[in-house]
C-alpha cells in the first residue's frame, strides 16, 4: 500500500521525479566515465605496450610507469645489446604533444624488426625526415589523410596510416623528434628483446647490475603496474569526482523532497490523523528515496554508454571501458548521498504537527 | 465510554497563551451520538482533537474506554488513533492521489489490518459509493467524498467515530444523506458518534446536544 502511495506521488510529479533520477544519473555517470576512462586508457597504453614485442623495459632513473619526462643518454643502448642473450634493443623518445598525445621518436628498421612492423592502412614507411605516420585512431580522431601536413609545434608530413595497436599513436625518426624538440642523443625507453624466453630473467638481473638506478621491467610487470592506484593523482582524482557525485545527490534528493514534503504537509496531517507514526512517514520518504536513486543509477549507467559512444565517435584516442565492477559501487554511491539528502526533510516530515498540517491549504 | 472532567487546554502561540479550553466536563455512552454546538473559537476542534490524540491536553482528566490519555506519550496517542478513533473533517481531507479503494485501504495498512472484515462490506453498502471505489477524489461530488472519508474512519472499526462539521461543505440534499447515513450507522451498528455542528436541523440527528462557549459546555 505504501509503494502504491510512493507510485502515485512520483507519478503526480513527472517532471520532479525524471529531474531529481536524472541528476542521481549524472552524478552516477561521472563517477562511471571517469573509472572508465582511467581503465579503458591504461589498458589500452598496457596493450600498445605490449604491441611493441618487447621482453625487458628499461627507463630512466626516477620515471614514472606511464609518464616521459625523464630521459636518459642514447649511447645506453649500444651497452644494452652488446650484453649476452640480448637479440635486439632499441631507444625511442616520447615527446608531449598536447593532451594525452606523444609523438614518438622510433628507428623504424629497429622497431620493425622488434614488433613485427606495421600494417599500412594507407601510404608507406618514412621517405623524409619529416615524415610522420599515424594510427588509424589518431587519423580519424584528427581527420587526416596521407599526404596532410599536421602541426604538431613543428610541421609534419603524413606519409602512412597503420592499424593502431603498436605503442603509440604518431610516430616519426627518432633523429628528426630530437633535433626538433631540442633533445638530441636522448630517449625515454629502451625496448629489449631476448633471443630466448627462457633467458629474459638472467638479462634483467644483468641490467639491473649494470643500471642500478634505473627501472628495469619485465613486460609483464610493466603492464600489471598500469593500475589506477599507480598513476599518480589519478586515485585522488577519482575521490574528488566520487565527493562530488555524493554532494550533487545529497542536495538534488534534498531539495526534490524537501519541496515534495511542503507540498504535501495536509496529505502527512491526513496519514497523522489516521494513525500514520513518524515511522510510517519516514517509511514512504525513505522508499521514495531508494527508488529515486536506483532510477538515478540505472540512468547513469545507460547514460555511461551514450558517453562512450560519444567519445568514440568524436575523440576517440580517448579509451573508455564499462567497467561492471563498479556499477554496485555506484549504486551504493547514489544511495548514500540521496539518503542522506532525505534526512532533514524526512524529520521534517515526521515531525510535522497533525493539527496544523490539517489546518493548511 | 468518554469520561472528561475539567479539561484544559492552552496553546502557547509565541507569548502568547491561548486558553482553547478552559475545565470541560462531560460523560458519553457507548452507542450514543453526541453533537456539540456553538460559536466558532468556542473549543469545539480543540475538543475534539484532544479526544483523538491528534494533541495532547494540558490538564485534567480525560479517559476513553478507561484509558488516559493525560498520561499519554506520543508514541500511545499514535496508537489510540490508529486503533480507537476514526475522524471525519468538514474538507474530506482524502488523499488526491489515491483512489477512494486506497484511501479506504490505507488507513487499515496503517493500522495494521491485512484484509478488510465481512461486517465492512456491509457498510460500503450502506454508505452506497461501491460504484465509485475506483476513482479518484477530484472525480467525486463533494457527498461522495464525504462517504468515502466515513468509509475509511470506520474501516478499522473504531469505538469512537469524532465528525467535525461533516456537513459543513455540502448542500443540503447531500447534508441529508450523510446525516442519515451517520444515523444509521449508530443505530445498526451501534457506532459511538460525536459530531460538531452548526446547523440546528444536523444537531437533531443526534440523541443529545452540548453546548460550547468560551472553552466550557454548559
Ligand atoms: N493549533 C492551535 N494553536 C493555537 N491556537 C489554536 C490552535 N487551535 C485552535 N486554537 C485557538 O483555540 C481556540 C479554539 O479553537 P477551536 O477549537 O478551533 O474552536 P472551534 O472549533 O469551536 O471553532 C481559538 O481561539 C483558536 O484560535
Ligand atoms: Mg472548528
Known sequence: ?361 | MIEIRDLKKTYHVGDVDVHALRGVNLSVERGEFLCVAGPSGSGKSTLFHILGGLTPPTSGEIRIEGRDLLKMTDAERTNLRKTTVGFVFQKYNLLPTLTAQENIDIARDIAGRRQADPHFSEVLSLLGIAGRLRHKPRALSGGEQQRVAIARAIVNRPALLLADEPTGNLDSENSRIVLDLLRRLNHEFHQTILMITHDPEAAAYGDRIVRMKDGRIY
Open chain 1, 1 to 361: 500500500m505504501i509503494n502504491r502511495l510512493v507510485l502515485e506521488n512520483f507519478k503526480h510529479r513527472p517532471v520532479r521525479t525524471l529531474l531529481t533520477a536524472l541528476a542521481i544519473g549524472i552524478q552516477v555517470t561521472l563517477i562511471l566515465t571517469l573509472v572508465g576512462l582511467s581503465f579503458g586508457m591504461l589498458n589500452d597504453i598496457a596493450k600498445r605496450t605490449e604491441g611493441t614485442g618487447a621482453d625487458l623495459v628499461v627507463l630512466p632513473p626516477d620515471a614514472s610507469i606511464i609518464g616521459f619526462s625523464q630521459t636518459m643518454a642514447e649511447g645506453i643502448v649500444s651497452k644494452v645489446r652488446e650484453l649476452p642473450h640480448v637479440a635486439l634493443a632499441t631507444g625511442i623518445l616520447m615527446q608531449p604533444i598536447g593532451g594525452i598525445n606523444y609523438i614518438t621518436g622510433i628507428h623504424l628498421n629497429e622497431f620493425t624488426q622488434m614488433s613485427g612492423g606495421f600494417e599500412y592502412l594507407a601510404g608507406g614507411p618514412f621517405q623524409q625526415p619529416d615524415d610522420m605516420i599515424v594510427d588509424e585512431v589518431y587519423a580519424r580522431g584528427a581527420k587526416i589523410h596521407v599526404g596532410d601536413t599536421v602541426n604538431l609545434g613543428k610541421p609534419w608530413h603524413v606519409c602512412g596510416i597503420v592499424v593502431p595497436g603498436k605503442l603509440s599513436r604518431t610516430f616519426a625518426e627518432l633523429k628528426t623528434v630530437q633535433e626538433r624538440y631540442s633533445a638530441t642523443g636522448q630517449i625515454s625507453r629502451i625496448y629489449v628483446k631476448a633471443d630466448n624466453p627462457a633467458n629474459i630473467p638472467a638479462i634483467q638481473s644483468e641490467l639491473q647490475q649494470k643500471l642500478p638506478t634505473y627501472g628495469v621491467y619485465r613486460m609483464e610487470e610493466l603492464v600489471s603496474l598500469m593500475s589506477v592506484n599507480n598513476v599518480p593523482m589519478l586515485r585522488q582524482f577519482t575521490d574528488v569526482i566520487i565527493g562530488v557525485g555524493l554532494v550533487i545527490g545529497f542536495l538534488v534528493v534534498f531539495l526534490s523532497l524537501y519541496t515534495a514534503v511542503l507540498e504535501r504537509t495536509r496529505e502527512i496531517g491526513i496519514l497523522k490523523a489516521l494513525g500514520a507514526g513518524p515511522g510510517y512517514i519516514l517509511d514512504i520518504l525513505m522508499r521514495e528515496t531508494i527508488l529515486l536513486s536506483v532510477f538515478g543509477t540505472i540512468t547513469g549507467i545507460l547514460m555511461s554508454y551514450g558517453v562512450r559512444a560519444l567519445l568514440s565517435a568524436f575523440v576517440p584516442s580517448f579509451t573508455m571501458e564499462i567497467v561492471y565492477s563498479w556499477w554496485p559501487f555506484a549504486a551504493i554511491l547514489a544511495a548514500i548521498g540521496s539518503l542522506i539528502g532525505a534526512i532533514y526533510p524526512g524529520l521534517k516530515a515526521a515531525r510535522q504537527d497533525a493539527i496544523e498540517a490539517l489546518s493548511y491549504d
